[in-house]
C-alpha cells in the first residue's frame, strides 16, 4: 500500500469514528418547551430571547403562546407539552402562584425540569419558600417596580391627590408584586395621597379602558393612574385620554409598548418602566442548558432589572433599547 492511499485510510476511519459521536452530542442537547402567559408585545419580545440563545446553542425549543391568560387555558397546553414525552426542560410564566404549582409539580414528576419567566410559583422563594421545584426564578423585582412607579406618579401630581390602580389579575406574582410596592410606598411615604382602588381587567384592555373611564367618572378630582402591566396601561391611557384628560390626570405605565411610548410622546403617561423580556427568555434557556450541563450552583432568582422611560431619556438609544420591538410591529 502506497504511503498516501494509508494516509486517505487512516482519515477516512478517523473521521467515520468521529461521526456516531457528533450524533451522540447532538441528540444529547436538551429540548424545551416555552410556555409564556399570554399573547402580547411583552412575551414576544422573550421568545425573540428565548430563540436567540436557542440558536447559539443549537437546542430546539417548542413554544405555545397561549392565546389568553389564565389557569384554565395555560394547563391544557402544558400537559400536551409533557404527553408529548419529549421535553427535558419547560420555560414557563406561571398564569396563578399557587393554581399552576400542581400541573407543574406534575411535569417534574414526568422527568421534565422547570424555570420560571417573569412569574414565579408560591412566594417565589425557591430555596426556602413552600415551592422548590423550579430550578430559577428569571424576572423582574416586581415589588421594587411598583415602589418605582409610585415615586413616579406622586412626584407627577405634585405628592398629593387621589390615584387608583388598574391591574389584570390577583394572585399572579408579578403584577401582585407591582401594586404591593405601589401601595407600600403610598402609604409610607405620601400621607397626602390616597389610593382610592384596583380594579381587575382580566387582561383585557378594553375591560381596563372601561374601568378606568368609570373612576374617572366617579372620582372627578383623580389625580392618577397607575397602569401595572401592558393592558392595564394601555386601557388607562385610552379612557384618560377619550376623558379629555391627558396631561391632567398622570399615567405611570408598566412595560414599554410602543403604544405606552407614543402615550409617553404625547403626554398622556409620565413614565414607562420597561422590563427585560429578553434577558429573562435569553438566561432561561442558557440556564437549562448549564443545568443539562451538569451546572449546580445555578442562582435560584435573577433579577433582570429595568429601563425608566421618561420623556427627558427617550430617544436615548441606550434606554430606547429596551421600548418592547416586535417583528412586524
Ligand atoms: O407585564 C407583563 C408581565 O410581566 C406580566 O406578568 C403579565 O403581563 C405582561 O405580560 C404584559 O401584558
Redesign the pocket.
Known sequence: MSKRLALVLVSTLLLLSLVPFAATAQDDLPKIGFLP??V?P??QVMQLGVEKAAASLGIEVVTQIPPTWGVEVQTPILDAMVARGDLDYIIT?PTDKDQMIGPLQAAVDAGIRVITV??FLGDGDYVNGPVTFPISYIG?DNVEGGRIAARGLAEAIGGTGKVYINS?NPN?S??EGRAAGFNEVMANEYPNIEVVGIDFNLDSQETATTQTAAVLARVPDLAGVFGT???SAGGAGTAVVNAGLGGEVQVVA??ATQQAIEMLRAGTVTMVLA?KPFDMGYLAVQFAMADADGVTSLPRRVETGFAIITIDNVDDPEVARFIYQVPGS
Do not use: I, L, M, W
Open positions: 402567559g399570554v402580547d411583552f412575551y410564566a417573569d412569574t423582574s389584570t399572579v408579578s403584577v402591566n401592558v393592558f408598566y412595560d422590563q
